[in-house]
Each structure stands twice: as C-alpha cells, then as structure tokens.
C-alpha cells in the first residue's frame, strides 16, 4: 500500500521560509512523477509544483515561481518543497501527491495517491 506522509508545516511570518518534506513508501518511489497541491479554507484545491521521475522536470504554478522549488531524492523516498519569501496568500493545507506515471502533471486528477497534507500559516 502506498503511503505519503507529510511534515515541517507550521507558522511563519511573511517573508519568511519553510521546507515541506513527503516520505514515500510502499512501491519503487524513484519511477514515479510527484506533485505538491494546496488548499485554503473555503477554496478548491490548487496544483503548486510538480516534478518527474528523475527530476529533470519541474513545473511551478504562476504564483509561486521563483519562490518555492521541488526537488526529490530518490535514495531516501523523498520529494521536497523549498518555500521562500512566503505569502499570507500562501495559507493553506499542502498535500503531497504520486502519479502512477513517470512524467510530470499540473492536474490533480493525474495523480492516484495522496497524503493527509500539512498546515502552512504565513502571518503578515
């Protein structure tokens, strides 16, 4: 059974910085496309960063690019999210999400597993 657990959510101030972390387990990690989404309160969900198999690609959504960055390290099962110069509009639960195919995708309906997601707070 394939397992995504989040954690480093918390309270920051805005301007401030936190890496968001999602350990995998339960198939071959290192094959498959992963995702970072988020959720305010009273919102949709909305697709944030995605990233390949090997992390040769990345797609970022237009209001974070050039803020957060998605890496992965296929040794220890993890992909990460660096978020820098955060937002108060950045609040919101971040989920971690898998794909079952290697190539990377903005769509939340691409991916087949999720995580429970982390709180994020950016105070002003």
């Known amino acids: 059974q394939v397992q995504l657990v989040e954690s480093g959510g918390g309270l920051v101030q805005a301007g401030g910085s936190l890496r968001l972390s999602c350990a995998a387990s339960?198939?071959?990690?290192?094959?498959?496309?992963m995702g970072w989404f988020r959720q305010a309160p009273g919102k949709a969900r909305e697709f944030v960063a995605t990233?390949?198999?090997?992390?040769?690609?990345?797609d970022y959504a237009d209001s974070v690019k050039g803020r957060f960055t998605i890496s992965r390290d296929n040794a220890k099962n993890t992909v990460y999210l660096q978020m820098n110069s955060l937002k108060p509009e950045d609040t919101a639960v971040y989920f971690c999400?898998?794909?079952?195919?290697?190539?990377?995708?903005?769509?939340?309906?691409?991916?087949?597993?999720w995580g429970q997601g982390t709180q994020v707070t950016v105070s002003s």
């Open positions: 990233i390949n198999w090997s992390g040769g690609t990345t």
């Open positions: 339960g198939r071959t990690f290192s094959s498959y496309a």
């Open positions: 999400a898998s794909r079952t195919y290697s190539t990377a995708s903005v769509r939340a309906r691409a991916y087949d597993y």
